[in-house]
């Protein structure tokens, strides 16, 4: 599977975004709950059952955790330590790998029941070919009847002008602002923070890029991966996504790598 070049959004996140996610999410409590509820309405319910939950691109676990209070044995996987130090600390039997979420069969070993990749966290890779990637190598760790789930931003419709600023949050010490500059395949997102030092303000900006990601070609990406579509959902700007792995268990063996640098 290739390396692909995710520097731009490292960057990013190490240098302006990490530090102010717990903030950005407001009352942590509360996403927490809201996170349970969406992978509830993707179809995953408290395991009745061990089973083991694979989050890529976990971050500070806003799904990670709930996937855990589930009864889930959980790994994840996310390129930012310090996010991923968030997790631990919330939830110390979370398994947390630090890399790339396109070389999760090098860092982990399946067969995962439940492997999700939600948020916003398809549309930060690359190029489509990542994305593919990153289904190919879920669908390798998926066990036979295990689910996918996938959730992104819909980008399809092209802001223009003022609208293209929108406040993330504010309150008396931070403003955090962004703006969407849309190119053909991919959207340029700038964040501006707002802190406060003393009597006067400071600012610091960082810009990094989004994919554009239909639905169609994400449910061809599936396809092409072998995974079944079990649902598929436009709403409230977001699009989400769950497929199946459908194959039989003694198919497992021959698809599944021998030689994964195991965690």
């Known amino acids: 599977m290739p390396d692909f070049d ?3 959004v490292t960057t990013h996140y190490d240098q302006l975004l990490a530090p102010l996610y717990a903030w950005m999410l407001g009352d942590l409590g509360d996403a927490r709950r809201t996170a349970k509820l969406e992978l509830e309405r993707l179809g995953v319910t408290r395991c009745s059952s061990p089973k083991r939950a694979l989050d890529l691109g976990a971050g500070l676990g806003l799904h990670a955790v ?6 889930y044995e959980v790994t994840a ?6 996010l991923l130090a968030e997790l631990r600390q919330a939830r110390p039997d979370v398994n947390t790998l630090t890399g790339d979420l396109t070389l999760a069969p090098q860092l982990t070993r399946g067969p995962f029941d439940v492997i999700v990749c939600l948020g916003d966290t398809l549309t930060h890779l690359e190029s489509r070919a990542a ?3 990153a289904i190919g190598g879920a669908r390798q ?8 789930l996938l959730t992104w931003r819909d980008y399809s419709q092209a802001r223009s002008g003022a609208s293209r600023f929108f406040l993330v949050r504010g309150d008396a010490q931070r403003i955090l602002t962004c703006c969407l500059g849309y190119e053909a395949e991919r959207v340029e997102v700038t964040d501006i923070v707002h802190e406060r030092r003393g009597d006067g303000w400071q600012m610091h900006a960082s810009a990094y890029h989004k994919l554009r990601l239909s639905l169609p070609e994400v449910e061809a990406m599936l396809s092409a991966a072998g995974l079944s579509l079990a649902q598929s959902e436009h709403a409230s700007g977001w699009l989400r996504l769950s497929a199946a792995d ?3 268990a003694d198919t497992r063996a021959a698809d599944t790598p021998a030689t994964n640098t195991l965690a």
Do not use: F, K, M
């Open 141 to 148: 760790l998926l066990a036979p009847g295990g689910l996918l």
């Open 6 to 8: 995710h520097r731009e």
């Open 131 to 133: 994305v593919q990637a």
């Open 66 to 71: 709930p996937l855990a209070e589930l009864g």
């Open 246 to 248: 459908t194959r039989a």
């Open 77 to 82: 996987i996310d390129t930012s330590p310090e």
